[in-house]
């Protein structure tokens, strides 16, 4: 609304009812799971009475995170597409999981001196569960969690026309044009 006696001061803005910003979220719970299994082989080798080697490797995979009532949804980069569960190529994680992770393993042991012995080792490792944040919360997605927010266009307006005298005008309806949101995405290389 133009012209709205707005008066720049937040404070005294928020206390005369002229929001200049609004948000409204739903509650979203997510029940999320995974799978993860993992094994390994290893094998000491006494090279000479002084000098033994251990071998092994180490084989782990996991499934991305997926809901227990499949409430997640994501976007296709390529098409633009979103896709559910119900239609994803991937299963119901919805992204392909990674099935390579061979961890060859390696220790050394020399004994120097009848009181003193040196090791030395080398491992790989990988992160199977990357949880920073919500990035990867594919539950975090419309039309299971909407988060609308609006700024006001100038400081002469208010919040999508927002009064506090008349009330909260905002809807958890995630069709376009209610909202304004960002689909968030995750994929594997």
């Not at 299994?37 to 009475?49: A, E, I, L, R």
Request: with cysteine; charged share 15%; hydrophobic share 40%.
């Amino acid at each position: 609304m133009t012209g709205a006696p707005v008066t720049g001061i937040g404070l005294a803005d928020f206390l005369l009812g002229y929001p200049q910003q609004a948000q409204l979220t739903n509650l979203a719970i997510v029940d999320a799971r995974l799978k993860m299994f993992s094994g390994f082989f290893q094998d000491d080798w006494k090279v000479t009475p002084k000098f033994t080697m251990n071998l092994g490797i180490r084989y782990d995979f996991a499934t991305w995170p997926y809901e227990g009532l499949n409430r997640l949804t994501n976007l296709d980069p390529t098409t633009g597409l979103k896709f559910t569960p119900a239609n994803s190529r991937f299963g119901k994680s919805l992204v392909r999981p990674d099935k390579n992770n061979f961890a060859p393993r390696l220790g050394l042991v020399y004994q120097l001196t009848s009181k003193t012995v040196v090791r030395a080792g080398y491992g790989r490792f990988f992160m199977l569960f990357e949880r920073a944040g919500s990035e990867d919360q594919l539950a975090l997605n419309l039309p299971y969690l909407v988060n609308n927010v609006v700024t006001a266009a100038n400081s002469n307006s208010t919040a999508n026309n927002i009064r506090l005298q008349t009330g909260f005008n905002l809807s958890l309806d995630p069709k376009p044009g209610q909202c304004h949101h960002q689909f968030g995405f995750a994929q594997s290389s």
